[in-house]
């Protein structure tokens, strides 16, 4: 399959080089000059426009998969729209508000144009390796490229979710779930650090990731966080929100669904940016791990 792929960050650069060695055609746009040469320098063709990138040399319908922030999905199916025709087909794989990517698929629908919601999972490994993706739209359309979305993903990790925007609430939910998941494996290491015992979070990681009931990705994350600097003495309990648990929670109130360990996991990513805890340091190291986000470094 011929794909279009635009945003080649840390998920998108590791998205195109999977395609690849899954035989897809895979040509990439992104703003970063930088960003562009190194996918280059990996076998991915990359343009330096949009009109470059979605020419087309035959009637074939394209298929582009989007891999950039929130934020700018508008801006950038704006700045596409005049190069699409009716039956192309636009994927967002980010991180969208699932009321928006409603939105998007009525507005591209009225032009004949197919929209896509794909909730992406598994971080910088999993885009590279094999994600676990939920995928949402218009069921004939998906199972045209159903290829395209089993190829992306590891083993078993690729579900069709049902109607637009669908996708993308099942990823938004997902998230939530990590956030307490996250919250609970951090309030555990401020427990042991707060101890009388000199324990060895990294020995003590490992030991849990292997057969305990909380074995997990994200022990496993930590645990390598832990083998990098035993102590997080390096970086501030300071977390970011990316906005997935705030939607969801704002979801919740609207169905009247009671969701304690997801709002009090959001409520101290608010706190963490005044207080540092060790408990906080420990799930800003995961997210480094597993999303490549950033941690505050201390000064």
Not at 74 to 98: A, P, R, T, W, Y
Not at 126 to 145: D, F, L, N, P
Not at 227 to 250: A, V
Request: charged share 25%; proline share 2%; hydrophobic share 35%.
């Amino acid at each position: 399959m011929n794909i279009k792929l635009i945003g080649l960050g840390k998920m998108g650069a590791n998205i195109a080089l999977n395609l690849k060695d899954h035989h897809h055609i895979v040509t990439g746009y992104d703003i970063n000059e930088e960003t562009r040469k190194q996918l280059n320098s990996s076998g991915i063709v990359t343009t330096a426009s949009f009109s470059e990138l979605l020419k087309r040399e035959n009637d074939e319908a394209l298929v582009v998969l989007l891999f950039i922030p929130n934020q700018i999905v508008d801006k950038v199916i704006d700045q596409i729209e005049s190069h699409l025709q009716v039956g192309d087909i636009v994927i967002d794989g980010g991180n969208s508000n699932f009321n928006i990517s409603i939105k998007r698929y009525q507005h591209l629908k009225g032009k004949g144009i197919e929209f896509i919601d794909m909730g992406t999972s598994g971080g910088i490994e999993g885009a590279r390796h094999g994600a676990c993706t939920m995928v949402g739209g218009t069921k004939e359309v998906v199972e045209s490229i159903e290829q395209l979305f089993i190829d992306l993903s590891v083993k078993d990790g690729y579900t069709y979710t049902g109607k637009p925007g669908s996708g993308h609430f099942v990823k938004m939910v997902h998230n939530g779930i990590e956030y307490g998941m996250m919250q609970a494996i951090g309030e555990g290491f401020d427990m042991l650090q707060a101890s009388p015992y000199e324990l060895d979070y990294e020995k003590i990681s490992s030991m849990w990731n292997h057969g305990s009931i909380i074995e997990s990705a994200l022990m496993g994350y930590i645990h390598q966080a832990f083998q990098n600097d035993p102590m997080l003495t390096g970086i501030e309990g300071r977390i970011d929100d990316s906005g997935e648990g705030m939607w969801m929670i704002e979801e919740a109130l609207k169905y009247k669904i009671s969701l304690p360990v997801i709002t009090q996991a959001l409520f101290t990513r608010y706190k963490s940016k005044d207080d540092h805890l060790f408990g906080e340091k420990v799930v800003a190291a995961m997210r480094k791990e597993f999303g490549g986000h950033s941690v505050y470094k201390k000064s």
